[in-house]
């Protein structure tokens, strides 16, 4: 029985867990009803943790259901941009996740409220898709049309054409980037020529350098395209999604949280985990999408500060095992306020 089994369930002993970080979850199975009763909300990622694609992951919506059986608070945290809230909660109901409007925070929303607080004026340039653009529609904030803009002749000649004639929209006060499979050099050159300005405002959905995608063919993700324009345009962008804290911050509005009662579960350190701890939630990884299990353990002996601060709380295979472990332990997981 190893040493976090034998203590006495305290909130301080949860914290000595905690530092030992990176630890599998079954490993402290004698704090875990005392955890899973101090917990008042878990925050999910989405690609990677409860679906591939449009493929729910194993024993992701038994999870959701069983979290709001023990009375917790579900809210999905998503740093993908291509869908408003709306889309996003037609794609819960049709794989059979129960959720709510109120439960989903979408970076393309993130990025329209920001703005809209902003109190902005002007229209937007975007490298993104209609996620986006709909979602600044509802905040009332127009947007260039989107969609293919390939250079029609070679780089040169395309250039020169437009010296003569003035294709900057005045009007443009804001560079938002997103993902984009229409991007192209022309998108980037216009992007990075708005951006001139100093007062064009630049924003970033997330950061994201790939989509989960198995192991054999890599998807770059946004934070590649992110990362090609501010390159260009020599500035760096407010970021809406993980590991900003953003997303937590927009929740905590809205719902009275304790970051010390919260668990962030992600497939990505380098934005689910780091979020979490800059947040100061609890955090579990699972091995079903980005990051892997031997990264974790080579970042256990990293001398890298920042490496360090990768490493979750807890880890798992996937959502199926955190399902496994609450049935274990039946009704003794309620919330403690429920007792």
Request: charge should be negative.
């Amino acid at each position: 029985m190893s040493v976090a089994n034998k203590m006495k369930p305290t909130l301080e002993s949860l914290e000595t867990i905690r530092r030992g970080a990176g630890i599998p979850m079954q490993e402290v199975i004698g704090l875990f009803p005392f955890f899973m009763q101090n917990l008042d909300a878990v925050m999910f990622d989405c690609d990677g943790v409860l679906w591939m694609g449009n493929n729910p992951i194993s024993g992701a919506q038994d999870l959701v259901k069983k979290l709001r059986t023990i009375g917790k608070k579900v809210f999905f945290l998503t740093n993908n941009s291509t869908k408003t809230r709306e889309e996003f909660l037609e794609k819960f109901n049709s794989l059979g996740f129960e959720a709510t409007l109120d439960e989903i925070v979408g970076t393309s929303y993130l990025t329209a409220l920001y703005l809209k607080e902003q109190n902005f004026k002007g229209k937007v340039y975007v490298i993104g898709t209609t996620g986006i653009t709909r979602e600044l529609e509802n905040v009332g904030i127009e947007s260039l049309p989107i969609g293919p803009d390939p250079m029609p002749a070679d780089m040169h000649t395309w250039v020169s054409s437009l010296i003569p004639i003035p294709y900057l929209d005045p009007e443009v006060k804001a560079v938002v980037v997103g993902f984009d499979h229409h991007l192209s050099f022309t998108k980037m050159i216009k992007a990075a020529s708005y951006l001139r300005n100093p007062n064009c405002l630049f924003v970033a959905t997330n950061t994201d350098e790939r989509f989960p995608s198995g192991p054999e063919i890599v998807m770059p993700g946004t934070g590649s395209i992110v990362n090609a324009v501010k390159t260009a345009a020599e500035r760096e962008p407010y970021v809406m999604g993980k590991p900003s804290p953003m997303p937590f911050e927009f929740v905590k509005r809205t719902h009275d949280l304790d970051p010390k009662k919260v668990l962030m579960i992600g497939d990505r350190s380098n934005t689910d985990i780091l979020f979490g701890k800059d947040c100061g939630l609890w955090t579990l990884l699972v091995f079903s999408g980005v990051t892997t299990y031997r990264e974790i353990e080579t970042w256990k002996v990293s001398g890298n500060a920042y490496e360090k601060k990768l490493i979750p709380d807890f880890c798992l295979n996937g959502v199926e095992n955190l399902l496994a472990l609450i049935n274990k332990h039946g009704e003794v997981v309620h919330n403690a306020n429920d007792n």
